[in-house]
């Protein structure tokens, strides 16, 4: 498994992590089987926020931790990112002081530990008063609940306003990224074409950010055609990419998982893939994609086959 450091920090991290969104119904036997194939395959990285399950908050949270129920050496070999800033009822963002260190204090319940390893702010709340963020994070950090805080879906700007209060690095920003839903990458590619919306700038070059500021961006739904629309492998409304895909997984021995996985942990920037499935099987498929490099051609048919424009 490819590893790297976790933005400016000292954390080793591996290129592939597992993300925990959809097991709040699966059993224990169930989460401990995704467990063990996610460590089987290198990845001691596992991605929570205290929105995801059933519950209003820490479904999921709980259910890791109940199912694993893991000594405190075993925890300490694993990181534990988690995130917060949403409320499910509404919906609506909040991040304030109060709420942050709610939120923390919740997840570290659920989770049966007494620190966090990445605290990430879900998404941007317009009504962010980087003052309280900055309160929040002090308080967290100097009692040793999270050893490290980053954000989500956010842009350059709002990164910005944050570190004009917030004296913690931002150390990574998760945002949507796969090979058909590749925004952040399609945009600066088609910079400067007239009429045509892929070189629209929707999130003001976030990647070329995160990259001059030593941000480890990290790839949300990386399976998912669109926003939560289904996967793109096998799909029929893909012909030519699932060919492409079949034909490069043929060539390296790996699943069509792999080469998903390849397309991201190929990019430069050293992304870390935020796996969402529950089969094991697919966690082992996928986390082989992080050995597998990709020709410069072979990476740009993937993204032209997807149906990106290189001009
Ligand atoms: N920061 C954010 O705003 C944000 C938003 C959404 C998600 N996330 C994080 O990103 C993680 C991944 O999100 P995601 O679950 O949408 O991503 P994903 O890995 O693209 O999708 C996984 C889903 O696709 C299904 N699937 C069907 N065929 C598959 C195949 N061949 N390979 C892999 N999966 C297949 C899986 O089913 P099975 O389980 O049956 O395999 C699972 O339901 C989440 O767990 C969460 O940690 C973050």
Known sequence: MKTFNLGPTDLEVPAVVTGVMRIQDKTDDEVRSLF???????IDFFDHADIYGDAPFHGCERRFAEALGLTTSEREEIVLQTKAGIVKDGPYFDFSYHHLVCQVEGSLRALDTDYID??????????VEPEEVARAFDKLSSTGKVL???????????????KRYVD????????????THAPIIAQGVAANMAGLDQSASRDLGML???RLNDITVQAWSPFQAGFFTGVFLGN???PELNAVIDRLAA???VR???????????HPANMQVVLGTTTPDRVTWAAAGADVVLTRPEWYELYRAAGYLVP
């Open 251 to 253: 060539k390296y021995d």
């Open 118 to 127: 990445v605290l990430l702010l879900h998404r941007p709340d317009a009504l």
């Open 236 to 238: 029929p409304d893909y």
């Open 168 to 179: 913690q690095p931002i150390v990574a920003n998760q945002l949507q990224l796969s090979i």
């Open 36 to 42: 063990h194939a996610s460590r089987e395959a290198g």
């Open 256 to 266: 069509p998982e792999g080469i998903a996985t390849a397309w991201i942990t190929r």
């Open 208 to 210: 070329d950010y995160c």
């Open 148 to 162: 490290h805080f980053g954000v989500s879906n956010h842009t350059p700007g709002q990164i910005e306003l944050l």
